[in-house]
């Protein structure tokens, strides 16, 4: 089933185009993960997608009654605004209490409701946004950039925590990443965005296709290049890093 | 001579109920980093007052309709590319010259504009009282009917469109909300001092507090007490009153401020 249809659309930010004529669909139980450089435009088709920004031109067709669960890429709260993690969690509708502890025990970090969310470490808190959104039941479930500022460790928990919520909930998982490594892995389609849509399909089908290899350089040397600018100040090399070295 | 007859109790009926429709509406503004949005739609007001008083028509009416003005076109300017910042500081202060200036040229009208800037509580009628409680009342109402919605889309507005709310409709209650503020608290507290009874509340009440509806009945609570407090002192020590009101709010606020540093210290 078809949940969002998006035809030829072009957005444009203050007059400049920020994404020109994109075609995109997503189905459910699928997980799309979109690529590109900085400022190609991820985070726009994304915001597009939710409907927060208008379409200059082309159309967006959402299946009827579509639930979308969002997890924002950074989530500023102001410190003067006091939330607890069981308030976030019923904003805009409130919750019964047992089901935010059912919510929070079900992305693995239970009894933490009374915690002030200024209190929470980086990966905690993306815990509690995933929660958030998962308690609408979503059909889509959008995250953008989701493991910015986890650890690898962290991130690739992560990415396992989102594997099993599409096996649970049957939902389209829709993500934008900057790990080649984990969206090779995980993702069934992949979309290569740099203001318009480069190439897309499977990873492997995608991994080697020019337009891919002209935005992220070829081979090793694009993959190693990429990974070593998200972790600058790793100290030791750990596996994952060796296998990426290695990759031919 | 009748309970409402005494001077003393109609201002602390008006000034009470200023304080609990900016406090919540304060707590909003600080929030969602608004304070010189506030000073702006507060400074349009006496522009407001000069446009009343040329076309002889209420004042009340006049200073809506340039709040509304003033506040409407931010929000239509806000998140179109232009420095925020700047921006609201040249109208804030650009909208209060103008109003002045504006009065002055009113003639055969003596026009009091201490009254306006800083306020004239104590001259407050049981009319004004009534005109004050309606605009609380309806903040009130307005805050609460939308609470959930604002308080997403204050957190952040693509997780508000996520789950269906408009961010932009909750920024139109927002400045709907601060231009009835302004209008009637013009006579209780002047357009000067209006934007302290909306952040000074809110900003003392966050020390302890821990969710956001506790945070706005305490400031409520915080405002309330600073105009009781503020009117007794200024009676006592015969100073003006609206500044001493905001002036006891200050107070409350240090106390405050010192009372959680010296917990955090001591934990």
Same mark, same amino acid.
């Given at each position: ?248 | ?127 004004? /009282? &009534? #005109?004050?409680?309606? *605009?609380? !009342? @309806? +903040?009130?109402?307005? $805050? ?7 308080? =997403? ?30 209008? /009637? &608290? #013009?006579?209780?507290? *002047?357009? !000067? @001092? +209006?934007?302290?009874? $909306? ?7 966050? =020390? ?60």
């Amino acid at each position: 089933m078809r949940l969002i249809t998006l035809q030829n659309a072009t957005i444009r930010h203050s007059g400049t185009p920020a994404l020109e004529s994109v075609t995109f669909h997503i189905d459910r139980g699928e997980i799309v993960t979109i690529l590109g450089p900085n400022g190609s435009g991820k985070s726009t088709l994304l915001r597009t997608l939710i409907g927060a920004l208008p379409l200059s031109s082309g159309s967006l067709e959402k299946a009827p009654g579509l639930r979308i669960g969002y997890v924002p890429q950074k989530l500023h709260i102001d410190p003067t605004l006091p939330l607890t993690v069981r308030r976030f969690l019923s904003l805009p509708k409130r919750i019964r209490d047992d089901v935010a502890e059912a919510a929070l025990a079900d992305v693995g970090i239970p009894g933490l409701g009374h915690r002030p969310m200024a209190g929470l470490s980086g990966g905690q808190f993306q815990r509690v946004l995933l929660a958030r959104a998962l308690l609408t039941k979503p059909d889509l479930l959008i995250l953008d950039e989701a493991t910015q500022g986890l650890d690898q460790a962290g991130s690739a928990a992560f990415y396992q925590k989102i594997e099993n919520v599409r096996a649970q909930f049957g939902c389209a998982v829709l993500m934008v990443s900057h790990e080649l490594h984990v969206v090779m892995a995980a993702s069934d389609r992949v979309v290569c965005l740099n203001g318009h849509v480069c190439c897309e399909g499977a990873p492997a089908q995608v991994a080697t296709a020019p337009e891919y290899k002209a935005l992220f350089g070829s081979g090793t040397h694009g993959t190693l290049a990429l990974y070593r600018h998200e972790h600058d100040h790793s100290h030791e090399c750990d596996p994952a890093c060796d296998e990426h070295g290695n990759h031919p | 001579m009748s309970f409402f007859d005494d001077f003393i109790v109609l201002a602390s009926l008006a000034g009470i109920g200023v304080a609990i429709a900016a406090a919540p509406l304060g707590c909003f503004v600080v929030w969602r980093r608004m304070a010189y949005f506030g000073d702006a739609t507060a400074h349009a007001a006496i522009l407001g007052v000069a446009l009343a008083l040329t076309f002889q028509t209420s004042i009340l009416g006049g200073v809506l309709v340039m709040a509304l003005l003033m506040a409407g076109t931010i929000s239509a300017l806000s998140g179109r590319g232009y420095a925020m910042d700047t921006l609201l500081g040249v109208l804030a202060h650009s909208a209060l010259a103008l109003g002045l200036v504006a009065v002055s040229f009113l003639k055969g009208v003596r026009v009091d504009l201490m009254a306006y800037l800083f306020g004239d509580i104590l001259a407050v009628s049981l009319a004004d /009282v &009534a #005109i004050v409680w309606s *605009g609380a !009342l @309806l +903040i009130l109402i307005l $805050l609460w009917w939308r609470w959930s919605s604002l308080l =997403t889309a204050t957190l952040n507005p693509e997780l508000a469109r996520a789950s269906g709310i408009s961010p932009q409709r909750e920024q139109m209650i927002m400045t709907l909300a601060l231009a009835i503020v302004v209008a /009637v &608290a #013009i006579k209780v507290v *002047g357009v !000067l @001092l +209006i934007t302290a009874m $909306l952040l000074i509340p809110a900003a003392t009440a966050r =020390t302890f507090s821990s969710s956001p509806e506790r945070m706005a009945v305490m400031a409520s609570l915080v405002g309330s007490l600073s105009v009781i407090g503020g009117l007794f002192a200024s009676f006592r020590l015969d100073t003006p009153t609206g500044p001493t009101i905001v002036a006891t709010g200050t107070a409350m606020f240090i106390g405050a401020s010192l009372t959680a540093m010296l917990n955090s210290r001591g934990r």
